[in-house]
């Protein structure tokens, strides 16, 4: 503390070259989505936007229960909504394979109001990314920007998050770790 800053990368970055990881390698974002999108939803609620008892069918038309659950239930994962992965199929042949395709929140949102509910709203807890979709959906909708915009504008730019992103397609930006 007070002498400067200390950086170092360790691991392996490619498993069939050895190639080691290095501090500029880039990674998905992921699941660590949930964390951005809630925060995003978080902001919107503090400005008045919107609020953690709202049901989503306030924004979002066609959901199952959608006049039962609310933002709060999505952003915590109780909602009962099935996770679109759950349909084995489905991710076999449209996340698996080797393609350039992005997947559309609709296409999504289809796969899972296919599956069974887990449970009732408010009634249990299960990790589901249809839950995160469907925030996504709303943070659109209310803030008038596209989800990578909004993320950009409010959250990645104004932390200096400058190596920070919600890619819209499957290309990374290189040297990333495999």
């Known amino acids: 503390p007070g002498e400067g800053e200390w950086q170092n990368s360790f691991g392996v970055a490619d ?19 949930k964390t951005f999108v809630t925060t995003a939803v978080l902001q919107l609620v503090d400005k008045g936007d919107i609020s953690l008892d709202d049901k989503i069918s306030k924004y979002i038309d066609n959901v199952p229960s959608g006049d039962e659950i609310t933002i709060k239930q999505l952003a915590n994962m ?20 080797k393609n ?3 997947i559309p929140a609709s296409e999504l949102l289809d796969v899972a109001f296919k599956l069974p509910p887990t449970f009732a709203p408010g009634k ?45 397609d499957e290309k990374m930006p290189s040297p990333y770790a495999r």
């Open 15 to 33: 498993k069939e070259t050895a190639e080691k990881m290095s501090l500029d390698n880039h990674f998905r974002i992921g699941s660590i989505t």
């Open 78 to 97: 109780t909602s009962g909504l099935a996770n679109y992965t759950e349909n084995e199929e489905w991710v076999k042949s449209a996340i698996y394979t």
């Open 124 to 168: 249990g807890w299960h990790y589901s990314n249809t839950n995160t979709v469907l925030l996504g959906q709303v943070i659109e909708k209310v803030s008038g920007l596209s989800l990578d915009k909004y993320l950009q504008e409010n959250i990645f730019t104004p932390l200096g998050l400058s190596s920070t992103s919600y890619p819209l």
């Open 100 to 102: 350039d395709r992005n």
